[in-house]
């Protein structure tokens, strides 16, 4: 039953999250004893404030509240934003991610720690020991945000920069028709 009702909220839960101009991440629906409990975390580009979420929480609790006959018992209403440790699992994660440090457990070879450059559609530009990776996110079994402490060292994000503009330049520079 939960399952079924999740596939029934999700959509008007996420239509009140893209409204509020937020991403929905992450919904769940679970029974707890006699009222259901509904989880929602919600992303954006530039990360999520508490007052965003609480915004973002009245937004779906209206949206909810308007469609009580879907949902047709008492709910717990828990909105939240990713954690750190969220696994970067989608192109807008590794693109949200930029210039941040990650661990990438690839499916094949060891793990290795390098920094998110340019994420395109199927993969991402990584900094590892000081040479730019193409990694694939079909590749990649896990990957995750690492701490840090300090600021990136400004050379890493000068070869990132310089690497992003040149894949744009090549992606939009015009081509010669043939004659």
């Given at each position: 039953m ?6 029934r909220l999700e959509p008007?839960v996420?239509?009140?999250?893209k ?8 919904f769940?629906?679970q029974?707890a004893?006699?009222r ?6 919600v992303?954006?580009d530039?990360?999520v404030?508490l007052?965003e979420?609480a915004g973002?929480?009245?937004?779906v609790?209206a949206?909810l509240?308007?469609n009580e006959?879907v949902?047709?018992s008492a709910?717990?209403l828990?909105?939240?934003s990713?954690?750190l440790?969220?696994?970067l ?11 941040r440090?990650?661990k990438?457990?690839p499916?094949e070879g060891?793990a290795f720690?390098?920094?998110v450059?340019h994420?395109?559609e199927?993969s991402?530009?990584?900094l590892v020991d000081?040479?730019?990776?193409d ?6 079994a896990?990957?995750?945000?690492e701490?840090e ?17 040149a894949?744009?330049?090549?992606t939009?520079e015009?081509?010669?028709e043939p004659?």
């Open positions: 939960p399952n079924d009702l999740a596939s008007i996420a239509e009140a999250v409204a509020a101009g937020f991403d929905l991440d992450s769940e629906v029974q004893g006699r259901q409990l509904v989880k929602v975390v992303d954006g530039d990360g404030g007052d979420v973002v929480s009245r937004a609790s949206a509240d308007e006959h949902i047709a709910y717990t828990e909105v939240t990713p954690g440790d969220r696994p699992t989608v192109q807008r994660h590794w693109r949200r991610a930029k210039f440090l990650v990438v457990t499916a060891a720690i390098g920094r450059g994420a395109g199927k991402a530009r990584v000081g040479e730019i990776r990694v694939s996110y079909a590749s990649v896990k990957a995750v945000i701490i402490f300090k600021q990136p060292p400004a050379e890493d994000l000068k070869l990132l920069e310089n690497d992003a503009s894949l744009n330049a090549a939009t015009p081509k010669e004659k």
